[in-house]
């Protein structure tokens, strides 16, 4: 167990090392550079200008040496400053994008974490009723449903049929003070996004902890507590839930690192400034640093999180060995 | 009279048991509609899907013919069943294009894109998983290294890279791959996109099964023979495996669907003046507060959620109809 | 328990009441955009992006108001001839040499923390701008000024090596900082001087250096102190979000009446996409949107939707969407679809119905036949309409050689060398949707004729970088190009260099230090007239036209170069963009009038409530 644990945290440098090389050779290879940005609204941005500047930015040296020093200086925690944004990199993202994604696909994930279980189990309590049957064709629409089409949907209904009874995106109005109207405005802001983005993993996670829970319900030591006498309550909680709850907790973990990147879609639609819009908009304007930071984080975060539920469900599970 | 004899084969069972599960049913009938949709997509529809008619911008859904013939526009056929030149069942949209003859183009560019994809993307999943589970041992755990490494990068953002890249007409490769395809390089570099990222989850499946698979008796008797291992993998070990891969391919493709939607709405998918639903969706946005606006977002929307659901459920049914471990309860 | 749902919705309503109305009763004003600027560095920067902001809390030497009339700022006159404050200098030939402008600042010209302007912030400022090391992506202006003398603490005179026409406009073209024309030395010089001795201590991190502590300087992100020359002052600046100025009591320009009837408060609030930013609009989050996030939206659906509640008014641009043909003999692509002839860009500009181009993608948009703008002076529209035609488009084709020779409704002609041409055009924009719209239409129209027009969309990172755009000649694009650009030569065009796009020779205002403007192999590819038009009178003409001080005289050289470009038609205008804005009833003076004004931002200390006492004088 040890030297499996010892073995995935010591993969997490290379396998990091191998990402940044790929994404940073992928994004060289893509033409157009910073300056590019600078040319375009001055038409009399001569050549001799574009080249003085490639030089003086070091563009005009090849990909794989430019790589070698950003890796240099990314090791030290220096990720260089932002094109667009007139700050360090790192700092930016860290500061500005990674809390408002963070609260986002956070509170989707405690959402969906919160519906999925009572939802699921109820659904498997009273498998083949009604209410079971609503609950399954639910989870059907919701893994089927394009969030981004959800989303817009959502905004035409509460923005623009309701005439803005909720906001159609973005983070907060801007000038309000006072506790309660300040955070009252952020929850109205955030509940449509929220709404949109828990929707798929609401609608998987029930569907699993349902199967779940019925596998459990079906083994033999339930049949054998039920036999003994046992309130069927404390069946319910006490011994069968805490099985099926497992996987689900894998699953989540899993899943943590996909709202991070997977986000992009409702924050495009919905305006929202965290980390996967601002990977898309700097790959687009070629803002480097942002990109690179950007994508490392994620990464790094999904491997952690991919690790933590490995472990995880090892520790819980004393069948599982990995040697 | 005698009863017909009830097969007692594996894939008889199945389709019994699949044909019990009504969701599946209803998804499996609606999914043969809209593939036979898409086929005759040319056919179905009096107007050409780029055919705009500027007079009749933003008009909502109606079966009715305008009074005024000037605003009835160019048809290629004056009727199709009920659906009569100058009535649009969906409205049109911001340049006066019909969005149900729209629609039905695009179903073709994303169904097609949703199988292909699905159908390769399992079949190389399939072969690598079956090939790592076969062999074991240090190959394995290279390749099963390489799909976690695969797994550890954030899809969307990489594919986005990549595509924008494939996309930009200075990378040499890419402008190569516009003069040998032409029109349809958009859809391919999406369906190879698309491949290159989701063969992972089947690979993984497929390598679990091969493990409990490779100690049976079938197995060291084909070895005993003699037989060399590609063909133990690919004759014996996988179609073993197909139960569940038929089932993984029934679900890439909803999700496939899905990917690709995602991709052009953000505007790197399916490029213009080519239709699929996602690209449909990506300028849908700004017209939700023009008058029947909505209707611009709405329908293609509405199909993709249909066939995901479609595939969902058929996939589901399948899964459960193909489960060996239900086989003994029928 | 019913009573308690009842009452928490009722709550809740209210709250939803009270946050979602922003009041004007405080004399506040939020405005919408959808670009944030990415610094506050008076010295870098493009056109666009950050103009309006930095309008706000900066003035430069002079402005020009919604009529297009020019008005001293900081200045206290503008410099002319007859108040001797321009002076020119001939040789012997009669040719003009020199130029010097004398400049007085107002005396009670102060920054927003109370220090004085004078020259000694204008001497500061030009020797920032001159500094090689620094990003500055433009020095055309600045490289005409030989020297600044200063006379006292607030007269200086500029001196001109050749003759700068645009002495007195706006937008860097007097050739100081590009936004507000002087910068504070006080603020910036301790950043300035840090910032170099680090760059020569180290040169090979010098590009860090600058954009991690010029460009990412305090004062330039808004985490410093930001003074400005403007009738407001910076408060903050929450990045992604907004940034808010307030007014400064006792600004030397106002509007009639008591201050106090005035705003006070300015927000400008950063919505990226459109259609979110609309709706902020429409829930009246927003009050006033700027002229530049509205691209594209009709706005008689806006008026519709908004009522009573705003007014929605439509402004020229100064940019002029147009097809830039490829017109380069090295391309063979382009070169066999014959654009090199002037017959077949006419035959292609009748084919198409601009007007109807115009309404579908850009309501509003007027369509142009110059590639100079309604309201500057020398505009003429006196030109060749080139209305909708497609039987004279038709001819004009059929007249160099096309036909359909094979019924399959696409045109052909045998080249020289005997091959079957088809044609065939290849035409690129960028991705913004009314582009794609555009492209989809001019398929159609073009069909119609017999062109078949191949529609590609590319990201404007890809579309404008210097490898696509300049290699006309190594056929990356093809065919047509299209984009906006400002419009001419004019007194104050929407970017100050623009009268260089369609010259070649620009040996006689030597602007740039290559001589050619065409971008080929033996000048590295630099250069703006992407085209590759070459047209010796025209550029005869041009360089006489940045020469005549008088505009009497410089109106039928104008008008003899718009009439060249019509008729030769290197690139076929489409429309001149319009702007959209709205603003909520009762918002007074917030107007650009004309292209010329540059923007909505010009006159913020006359902005105010009508409700507050505001008087309307625009």
């Known amino acids: 167990m040890l030297t499996y644990l010892v073995r995935r945290v010591l993969l997490v440098f290379p396998t990091l090392f191998v990402i940044s090389l790929i994404m940073y050779g992928l994004l060289a290879l893509k033409p157009g550079d910073p300056i590019d940005e600078m040319r375009r609204g001055n038409p009399g941005f001569t050549q001799e200008d574009y080249l003085r500047l490639r030089k003086f930015y070091g563009l005009d040296r090849p990909w794989y040496v430019r790589y070698w020093r950003w890796l240099g200086q990314a090791i030290q925690g220096n990720f260089g400053p932002s094109r667009q944004f007139g700050r360090p990199a790192a700092a930016y993202i860290l500061q500005y994008r990674l809390p408002n994604t963070l609260l986002l696909s956070g509170l989707s994930l405690l959402l969906a974490f919160l519906v999925s279980i009572p939802a699921g189990v109820i659904s498997a309590l009273r498998q083949h009723t009604l209410l079971d049957y609503v609950v399954t064709v639910f989870n059907f629409v919701g893994v089927s449903l394009p969030i981004f089409w959800l989303g817009i949907m959502l905004i035409y209904i509460f923005a623009v049929v309701l005439h803005g009874f909720l906001p159609a995106g973005g983070f907060a109005t801007p000038g309000l003070s006072g506790t309660w109207p300040v955070f009252w405005d952020h929850i109205r802001h955030l509940i449509l996004p929220v709404a949109a983005l828990s929707s798929l993993q609401l609608a998987q996670w029930t569907r699993f902890m349902r199967s779940s829970m019925l596998e459990v319900i079906h083994l033999d030591y339930i049949t054998t507590a039920r036999a003994k006498g046992l309130p069927e309550r404390l069946i319910t909680y006490r011994h069968a839930l805490r099985n099926a709850i497992l996987p689900l907790i894998t699953l989540v973990g899993l899943n943590v690192p996909l709202l991070f990147s997977g986000a992009i879609l409702t924050e495009t639609v919905f305006n929202w400034p965290g980390m996967g819009r601002a990977i898309f908009d700097a790959i687009l304007v070629n803002d480097f640093n942002i990109a690179m930071v950007s994508l490392m984080f994620i990464s790094l975060l999904v491997i952690l999180f991919t690790l933590l539920a490995d472990v995880a469900y090892a520790i819980a599970d004393p069948r599982i060995r990995y040697d | 009279m005698q009863r017909e004899a009830q097969s007692y084969s594996y894939w008889g069972f199945a389709w019994r048991r ?107 999943g399939g072969a690598i998983g079956a090939l790592a589970g076969y062999w074991g041992r240090a190959p394995d755990a290279v390749i099963s290294r390489f799909i976690e490494i695969m797994l550890s990068i954030p899809q969307l953002p990489l594919l986005l890279i990549f595509v924008g890249l494939l996309a930009n007409p200075q990378v040499r490769f890419a402008a190569a791959l516009s003069d040998f395809l032409g029109d349809a390089k958009s859809i391919a570099v999406i369906v190879v996109v698309i491949i290159a990222f989701s ?40 179609p073993n495996a197909t139960a569940v891969m038929i089932v993984q391919a029934t679900l890439m493709t909803g999700e496939a669907i899905l990917i690709e939607s995602g991709l052009s709405f953000l505007g790197l998918g399916i490029q213009a003046p080519a239709v699929s639903w996602g690209n449909m969706l990506s300028r849908a946005q700004e017209f939700l507060y023009y008058p029947n606006g909505v209707y611009i977002a709405f329908f293609p929307g509405l199909f993709i959620f249909l066939t995901v659901l479609c595939a969902n459920f058929v996939g589901d049914g399948l899964r459960d109809a193909l489960d060996p471990r239900h086989h003994g309860r029928i | 328990m019913k009573g308690r749902l009842l009452l928490s919705a009722m709550l809740m309503g209210l709250l939803v009441g009270i946050v979602a109305w922003a009041s004007p009763s405080l004399n506040n004003l939020v405005i919408g955009a959808t670009q944030e600027p990415s610094n506050l560095c008076p010295w870098e920067g493009s056109a666009d992006t950050k103009e309006n902001v930095m309008g706000i809390f900066y003035l ?39 130029q010097e402008v004398l400049w007085t600042i107002r005396s009670d010209a102060t920054w927003s923390d109370g220090t004085p302007i004078t020259t000694d912030d204008v001497l500061f400022t030009y020797e920032v701008q001159q500094t090689p090391e620094l990003p500055i992506s433009t020095r055309t202006y600045s490289d005409l000024i030989k020297e600044i003398i200063k006379v006292d603490n607030k007269s200086f005179w500029i001196v001109y090596k050749t003759p700068n026409l645009f002495y007195a406009a706006v937008a860097g073209s007097i050739g100081l900082a590009r936004f507000g024309d002087i910068a504070p030395k006080h603020i910036w010089e301790p950043v300035y001087r840090q910032v170099m001795a680090q760059v020569k201590a180290t040169p090979e991190k010098a590009a860090e250096i600058v954009e991690g502590q010029f460009l990412g300087a305090p004062p330039s992100i808004g985490t410093g102190l930001v003074v400005g020359s403007g009738a407001f002052k910076f408060e903050e600046w929450q990045i992604n979000q907004f940034i808010r100025f307030s007014r400064r009591p006792g600004f030397f320009l106002g509007a009639p009446g008591a201050e106090a009837n005035y705003l006070k408060e300015i927000t400008v609030r950063f919505i990226v996409n459109q259609a979110t930013l609309i709706s902020a609009i429409l829930a009246g989050e927003i009050e006033a949107a700027d002229d530049i996030c509205l691209a594209g939206q009709d706005p008689a659906v806006l008026a519709a939707q908004l009522g009573d509640r705003a007014v929605v008014e439509t402004t020229a641009s100064g940019f002029i969407e147009k097809l830039n043909f490829n017109l380069f003999p090295q391309c063979a692509t382009a070169a066999d679809l014959l654009l090199g002839d002037k017959r077949t860009r006419q035959a292609i500009i009748q084919a198409i119905d601009r007007e109807d181009v115009a309404t579908t993608v850009y309501p509003g948009a007027i369509v142009s036949n110059s590639f100079m703008i309604r309201g500057d002076v020398g505009f003429t529209d006196d030109v060749n309409q080139w209305a909708y035609d497609p039987e004279a488009a038709k001819a004009l084709l059929a007249a160099i050689g096309w036909k359909d020779s094979d019924g399959d409704g696409w045109l052909e002609r045998v080249s020289a060398d005997g091959r079957t041409i088809e044609f065939d055009m290849h035409w690129v924009a ?76 620009l040996l006689a205002i030597p602007v740039t230090p290559l001589l050619e403007n065409v971008p080929l192999l033996a000048n590295g590819f630099g250069g703006t007239n992407i085209m590759g038009w070459i047209n010796n009178r025209f550029d005869e003409l041009r360089a006489q036209a940045l020469k ?14 718009q009439k060249i470009y019509n008729e030769e038609l290197p690139t076929a205008p489409l429309y001149e963009r319009s702007e959209t804005v709205t603003k909520a009833a009762g918002l007074v003076n917030y107007t650009k009038g004309t292209a010329v004004a540059r923007g909505q931002f010009w006159n913020a200390w006359e902005w105010g409530w009508a409700q507050n006492g505001a008087v309307a004088v625009r």
């Open chain 2, 18 to 124: 699949f044909k019990r599960h009504r969701l599946a049913m209803f998804g499996a009938a609606v999914m043969i509609l809209l593939i036979l949709g898409a086929i005759a997509a040319p056919i179905l529809t009096p107007y050409e899907f780029s055919r705009q008619n500027r007079k009749v911008r933003f008009s909502g859904p109606s079966f009715s013919v305008p009074t005024d013939p000037a605003l009835v526009g160019q048809c290629i056929r004056p009727r199709v069943l009920l659906w009569p030149c100058g009535a649009h069942p969906f409205g049109t949209d911001d340049l006066g294009r019909d969005i149900l003859a729209r629609v039905l183009q695009g179903g073709r560019v994303s169904l097609l894109v949703g199988f292909v994809a699905a159908i390769f993307s399992t079949l190389l």
């Open chain 2, 199 to 238: 063969w992972m989850s089947t690979a993984r499946l497929v390598r679990g099964q091969i493990l409990s698979l490779r100690e049976r008796e079938f197995v060291e008797a084909a070895r005993a023979v003699g037989a060399p291992s590609w063909r133990i993998v690919f004759r014996h070990l996988l």
């Open chain 3, 60 to 98: 430069g030497l002079t402005y020009y108001d919604s009529k297009g009339v020019l008005y001293p700022g900081l200045a206290t006159e503008i410099p002319t001839a007859e108040n001797g404050r321009l002076v020119a200098f001939y040789d012997t030939a009669g040719n003009l040499i020199r």
């Open chain 3, 430 to 505: 960028t991705v913004a949707a009314f582009r794609i719209r555009t492209g989809e239409i001019l398929q159609e129209f073009l069909k119609e004729v017999g062109i078949k027009l191949e529609v590609e969309n590319l990201p404007g990172s890809v579309l404008f970088s210097t490898e696509y755009l300049n290699h006309g000649s190594d056929c990356t694009w093809r065919g047509i190009v299209e984009y906006a650009e400002a419009g001419g030569i004019g007194q104050a065009p929407a970017d100050p260099l623009s009268n260089e796009l369609y010259a070649n020779d």
């Open chain 3, 548 to 561: 005549e001080f008088s505009e009497a005289k410089r109106v039928p050289i104008l008008v003899e170069m």
